[in-house]
């Protein structure tokens, strides 16, 4: 990922920011500029995720794309934010801890790097509650 | 509108094909289908390419006018256009073509899919293949095709009676379906073991609930039906033409188990076609994975949601059940070469709706469907057709 995409979603990557509309109140997590129910009557803001939800459900990678071959097996999910929205993390357990309605809270991490030379992207992985 | 027929069909043998170039692959297919029509080139007003990826698996664009180029086409300066939808790319192409000859904009018009996925490695066509998901908060945090379907599959088999062996039937299934079709990149059967003792590659998804990586073309040759008389083809009707979109990213969906693309695509074709899912002889439908064959028989309204599993398990999919599903082999055992799967999906149907299907032939199948899916569901196409 080149330096310019990463950099300008470093907000929301590393601190959860996302948007929320004033309008009907909604929440987007990954963000969105429009939202989808009140389109141009809609006015979005940003907004501040706690970043604690529950897990939805989840996988366990085992074969990864050649950025994650070095982490695998790796625990992937979708979480569902006590704000509402969805979004798709990783989880900082082992494959057997993983539940789901497993409740988790964020941590900041090193997701991945372009090769050895190139930027090293960090962001948000979940941990469960219960085991912190 | 005016009646849609299909007049020709043609499709290269799937698998690894090392020998063969990208735009070779495609001449071989529309040959085929030309030669299947009894329709000359110059004949063809234009051509429709679904194509997900040339870019990233032989760094080709411009795929519409290559194609156009190298089938001979170039010097009667056909309108020829590649269409992208991801996996669900050539299922567009096929669509925007029937459209352009119901609306009598052009008459003799032929629909098309390809894809050269070996050029790349493993590494670098999963990377390509993941740009079909979200891939700024999907693939950016470790999200796989695999991985996505898997995790599918972990909320369907929560909620749902489903069991891995389940789960593997439907590869065991697909690849008896396989062996006999000639043009399968898999012609060999398996057991429910063999399945159960291959690799996990996301769990619960093992590498035999996966489709493979494929090189493939197919085209069909479309015509206005009151001018099939014209052509030596056996014509098969298009009873319906239908796409319906969903969010990018599988965590936006309102269900995980559920793709509401597919239940809307399906509505659509059934209502235009005046018909009811009893009616359809055969489907083929996008098992990219063993679940998602599993979800879209129910999506498509073969079954209740929750008795995909049930279905498959009687044998109620396989040939000679009440609804054979991939006689083709699917993508798990025929291959799946992105771009060309929604076409090969065409081909299948007219095939056998002509009774032309060899010892995979379905008795007295009049009435086909085929259902075919971009990423984890955001774009799918449905098709019904039927016999003249």
Known sequence: MSVARFWRKIPQRYNLIGTRCGTCGRHFFPPRTFCPDCRRAGEIGPYHFRGTGEVVTFTVIRTASEAFEQMTPYVLAIIRLDEGPQLTGQIVCTPEQAKIGMRVRPVFRRIGADGTSGVISYGTKFAPVALS | ?388
């Open chain 2, 1 to 388: 509108m005016r009646d849609v027929a299909v007049i020709g069909v043609g499709c290269t043998t799937f698998g690894e094909k090392w020998s063969t170039a990208f735009r070779h692959l495609f001449i071989e297919a529309g040959a085929l289908a030309l030669e299947d029509a009894g329709v000359q080139g110059e004949q063809v007003d234009a051509l429709y390419v679904g194509n997900m990826s040339a870019g990233r698996f032989v760094e080709q664009e411009h795929i519409g006018a290559l194609i156009a180029d190298y089938a001979g086409l170039a010097t009667t300066h056909i309108a020829s256009t590649r269409v992208e939808a991801a996996c669900a790319s050539g299922g567009l192409a096929f669509r925007q073509a029937v459209i352009a000859v119901a609306s009598g904009m052009e008459d003799i018009v032929v629909a098309a899919g390809v894809e050269k996925m070996t050029d790349v490695g493993t590494g670098a066509s999963v990377e390509a293949l993941a740009g079909a998901a979200d891939r700024e908060w999907e693939g950016f945090v470790g999200a796989t095709f695999p991985g996505l379907y898997a995790m599918m599959a972990v909320d369907y088999m929560h909620r749902y009676p489903l069991s891995r062996e389940d789960l593997a039937q439907v590869a065991v299934k697909n690849h008896s379906n396989g062996a006999k079709n000639p043009i399968a990149q898999f012609q060999q059967e398996i057991t429910i073991d063999t399945v159960l003792r291959s690799s996990l590659v996301a769990d619960p998804l093992r590498l035999f609930d996966c489709s493979p990586i494929t090189d493939g073309a197919a085209a069909v040759v479309l015509a206005p039906l009151e001018r099939v008389h014209e052509f030596t083809g056996t014509p098969v009707k298009v009873l319906a033409t239908a796409q319906a979109s969903d969010s990018i990213a599988l965590h936006d969906r309102r269900d995980i188990s559920t793709l509401d693309a597919t239940v809307a695509a399906a509505n659509r074709a059934f209502s235009k076609a005046h018909l009811t899912p009893r009616e359809i002889d055969l489907v083929e439908v996008h098992d990219c994975f063993t679940i998602a064959e599993i979800i879209a028989i129910e999506d498509l309204g073969f079954c209740r949601k929750g008795e995909g599993g049930r279905l498959t398990r009687e044998g109620e999919t396989a040939l000679g059940g009440r609804i054979p599903v991939n006689t083709s082999g699917g993508l798990k055992a025929c291959g799946h070469p992105v771009g060309a799967t929604g076409i090969k999906q065409v081909w299948e149907v007219v095939t056998q709706l002509r009774g032309e299907a060899g010892a995979r032939q379905v008795d007295s199948a009049e009435i086909g469907m085929t259902h075919n899916v971009g990423g984890t569901g955001a774009t799918v196409a449905v098709h019904i057709l039927g016999v003249t």
